[in-house]
């Protein structure tokens, strides 16, 4: 699983200089990718139902479906980090499915040759209770920064983006600790996101694993 133990890899660069008054009008300029994912939104609901009965049927997800919702977690995510749940770059993010490998947001979900019929019927309510809760406090109700799942109660990963927006507007600066703190909330959010959303049986950790780059965890050889 690229050295994860994590079935969704977050990763997110800070690019750096940014510029100081850019994060003002950024609402604006993502307008169309708001449009966007709006009707991407619409299709990622219905195809998970789809791939709900797949799995429900033949305990499989159905590849080019997942291929598609993995390609809109990859925009959101894009959106995301570009706009108001990051600020982590000043590139504009391409309209595009496709992974960008230089785009300073990734994310890759591996996929599952196999998965529970059973499971398919809780995780994504009861199971998933315990880790709405937190997101409750990170996105203030949302499953997201500013993409299509986003909440008009600003939460955690809010204030701190706008706490390092303030910063830049005066100092030209990102300050690291907040982005490191704002990159752990969103790679918790994305792979809770992964897993309500079917694409894989492997539980959340409860985890704030902060930084740009997914951690790499070495497992221990077996005797």
């Known amino acids: 699983m690229n050295g994860s133990e994590t079935p969704v890899q977050v990763d997110g660069r ?121 997101i409750v406090l990170f996105t203030g109700g949302g499953l997201g920064g500013d993409a299509g799942w986003a909440s008009n109660t600003p939460g955690l990963v809010g204030v701190l983006v706008l706490a390092a927006a303030v910063a830049l507007l005066f100092t030209s600066r990102y300050p690291r600790g907040i982005f490191d703190f704002v990159m752990g909330m969103n790679r918790w959010v994305l792979r809770v996101v992964g897993y309500i959303f079917l694409m894989t049986d492997r539980y959340p950790p409860f985890r704030l694993d902060m930084g740009g780059a997914e951690p790499v965890r070495e497992h221990p050889v077996s005797r």
Do not use: M, Q
């Open 14 to 134: 800070l690019e750096e200089p940014l510029s100081r008054w850019l994060w003002l009008v950024k609402w604006l300029l993502l307008i169309p990718h708001y449009i966007v994912l709006f009707f991407l939104g619409i299709a990622f609901s219905v195809l998970t139902v789809v791939a709900f009965f797949a799995i429900l049927f033949t305990g499989r997800y159905p590849r080019s479906v997942f291929e598609f919702n993995v390609g809109v977690l990859r925009w959101g995510w894009r959106v995301v980090f570009y706009g108001y749940g990051a600020l982590g770059t000043d590139r504009y993010p391409p309209f595009t499915l496709e992974d960008v490998p230089d785009y300073p947001a990734r994310i890759h979900v591996d996929y599952p040759e196999r998965l529970s019929r059973g499971l398919v019927l809780v995780k994504w309510w009861l199971l998933a209770i315990p880790h709405y809760l937190v």
